[in-house]
């Protein structure tokens, strides 16, 4: 069958590869924000603030895959 790779057709690959990679790409960022607020000794408020204002465009995809799981059921 043209246009597939083992089996999954190119929207599937790309919709795997959006999904997993970018999801990879989120966690390994929170570790990034987690570790910078372990070296600069930021404490429990500092951290919090970090992770608020760093990872509120991670949230909003999130929450974008949240929503489109919902309607699609």
Same mark, same amino acid.
């Given at each position: !069958?043209?246009? %597939?790779?083992?089996?999954? %057709?190119?929207?599937?690959?790309?919709?795997?590869? @959006?999904?997993? =990679? $970018? =999801?990879?790409?989120? +966690?390994? !960022?929170?570790?990034? #924000? +987690?570790?910078?607020?372990?070296?600069?000794?930021?404490?429990?408020?500092?951290?919090f #603030?970090? $992770? $608020?204002? $760093?990872?509120?465009?991670? @949230?909003?995809?999130l929450?974008?895959? #949240?929503?489109?799981?919902? @309607?699609?059921?």
């Amino acid at each position: !069958m043209p246009g %597939t790779v083992l089996g999954f %057709t190119e929207a599937q690959i790309a919709s795997f590869g @959006l999904t997993v =990679g $970018l =999801g990879g790409f989120i +966690l390994f !960022m929170l570790f990034i #924000v +987690l570790n910078l607020a372990r070296e600069s000794k930021a404490g429990k408020f500092g951290t919090f #603030v970090l $992770l $608020l204002v $760093l990872s509120f465009g991670m @949230l909003g995809f999130l929450a974008k895959s #949240v929503i489109k799981w919902f @309607l699609e059921n």
